[in-house]
């Protein structure tokens, strides 16, 4: 637009003028509009309000994307000090700080070291840099998802819950009903369902699954790896619905839909995590290169990956612990569990998370959000 009337314009100009985030209160603010025009909420005329819920810091450069009819309202509410909300909110941000600081960017160096450079590499260690990746983008992600949510109730705000353990989900639509929850939401309401969603025909139905699924890969960014990404999802969701009956319960089949789900969500991360197409390819082509000797296999993928024995085995503890957790968390809030045990159990159990956030997070490596780039 500058071009046109001949004005220059500094590339440091054009960085400075996409500030960090703004996909995420943008999608909020279209939310509020839209719900405006519905009538679902009045319109707010305070402008210092509605500034403070557009821009409330916890949440505002990787979400989670807020319904002003939760937020809003917790805005403008008096509030008072509370001390279970607080010490809450501080245990949630310490769970996500361990998640984010030693499983995330503990993983991230061997992610990057393969994914940077992919065709130098074949095997298992690409299967390895894929799973890790699986590992560092839900750790990093849900882990910036506690912290903000923890950060808000310090003041008294409940914000909405953004995870809650997609990976043990039975099936992709349980998946997106668990995974960045705030999000698959917003394009649910605001463009699945404007577009027909599921009151319409089985295959107009489907032309809007796979229209929601690529709008969400494109809003990652304009590289054909998220879309595929998005139009694979997409694509999985039909498939599953053509397969799985929904009066069916395939009850004895859960814990193999559980891996099957996981695996499929695994694979579609090489297209998230790849450059390009090009590289997401090569990956998919040599992933199993040597397979045959398996031994060899596994021991040269490890050895190139470049993890050692010391730090893989401190790994596996630190997975097992999420994986724990999450499990648990199915059933009942871990949190406020641990809350309700007797003082001796509970401080150690906080001194250990803090002693493992300081001495295991990774020095010296400034490793930013992975969804600060969105």
Not at 120 to 138: D, H, R, W
Not at 158 to 186: C, Q, T, V
Request: aromatic content about 20%; hydrophobic content about 45%; glycine content about 8%.
């Amino acid at each position: 637009m500058f071009g046109l009337f001949s004005v220059p314009l500094d590339p440091l100009t054009v960085n400075l003028v996409l500030p960090v985030g703004i996909s995420f209160y943008t999608f909020q603010t279209i939310g509020y509009i839209v719900d405006v025009y519905r009538g679902e909420i009045p319109a707010e005329h305070h402008f210092g309000k509605y500034a403070a819920f557009i821009s409330f810091f916890p949440q505002l450069v990787a979400g989670p994307i807020e319904r002003t009819k939760n937020l809003l309202p917790q805005i403008k509410a008096e509030h008072h000090f509370d001390y279970d909300s607080t010490t809450y909110g501080l245990k949630l941000m310490a769970w996500g700080y361990f998640k984010k600081l030693v499983i995330a960017d503990g993983l991230s160096q061997y992610v990057g070291k393969v994914y940077d450079a992919p065709q130098s590499y074949e095997g298992f260690a690409l299967v390895l840099a894929t799973l890790f990746f699986t590992l560092q983008i839900y750790c990093d992600f849900s882990g910036y998802s506690d912290i903000a949510i923890g950060t808000a109730k310090l003041f008294g705000i409940d914000l909405m819950a953004n995870f809650k353990s997609p990976y043990f989900s039975h099936s992709l639509k349980e998946f997106w009903g668990r995974w960045h929850i705030s999000l698959s939401s917003w394009f649910r309401d605001y463009v699945y369902i404007p577009l027909g969603g599921n009151r319409v025909g089985k295959w107009r139905h489907y032309i809007n699954l796979i229209l929601t699924f690529l709008s969400s890969g494109l809003w990652h960014g304009a590289n054909w790896t998220f879309v595929f990404w998005g139009g694979a999802h997409g694509v999985g969701l039909i498939m599953e619905d053509l397969m799985f009956s929904k009066k069916e319960s395939f009850r004895s089949l859960r814990i193999l839909r559980t891996v099957c789900v996981f695996t499929f969500c695994a694979f579609a991360w090489i297209f998230f995590v790849s450059q390009s197409m090009t590289d997401a390819w090569y990956v998919i082509t040599h992933a199993f290169v040597g397979v045959s000797s398996p031994v060899e296999y596994l021991h040269k993928g490890v050895s190139c990956i470049g993890m050692g024995k010391a730090k893989l085995a401190v790994g596996f503890c630190f997975w097992a612990i999420l994986f724990f957790v999450d499990y648990r968390s199915l059933k009942e809030d871990v949190i406020d569990t641990v809350g309700k045990r007797g003082a001796l159990v509970r401080w150690s159990l906080y001194v250990c998370m803090a002693l493992v956030v300081l001495f295991f997070s990774q020095k010296g490596a400034a490793t930013e959000f992975v969804y600060f780039q969105f």
